[in-house]
């Protein structure tokens, strides 16, 4: 079962690129079967349990493995012990670093990252978040109530929007990028300048 599952999915992943089959039942199963892999055992060992009944210990020795004299006063009266120099010296972490660390490690437990950057991944929800922000009414809710509230309100239809319009939007750009040389030229200088300004 395990191998049928595991050569479904490789046949697949390989297949749809070359062949669009169209079917959202296969990429659901493909999906379910790639994620249930990790989660089947390779083997099943059915071996007993060893007994630890009629063992017992009749012998043990104790070995002194090393001795140290630990010197906490001097004779001489100057003698002092030398203060530690690092005390207090650890910079606070960066909320905003911190903050983004913590997305990255949500966001790569909630998808399957095998082809994403964490690039990808932050800049997807950015996307989204960005898309969101635009909608005057959720963020009106999300102000004025606490998350539980603003969770029961539009945002949950306003996530749906945002993921099918930003997809819309990027499809948009595209297009237009690879239909005219020109666009691409003035879109490369452009990302050019962002990649120098950062």
Known sequence: MHDIEYNFVRFYEFMSQIVDYDNKELEKLSLFARNLRPMLRETV????????????????RLSKIRQQDL???????????????????AKPKDKKEELLSQIIIRLNELFITDELTDKDLVNYAYTIRDKISENHLVMKQIANNTPEQAMLGDFPKALIEAIMDSSDAHQNQMMQLLSDPARVDNFKRIVFDLLLAK
């Open 71 to 89: 010197k906490l006063a001097e004779a001489s009266s100057d003698y002092k012990l030398e203060p530690g120099d690092e005390l207090c010296t």
């Open 45 to 60: 060992t059915d071996e007993d349990d060893v007994s630890l009944d009629n063992i017992v210990l009749s012998h043990y």
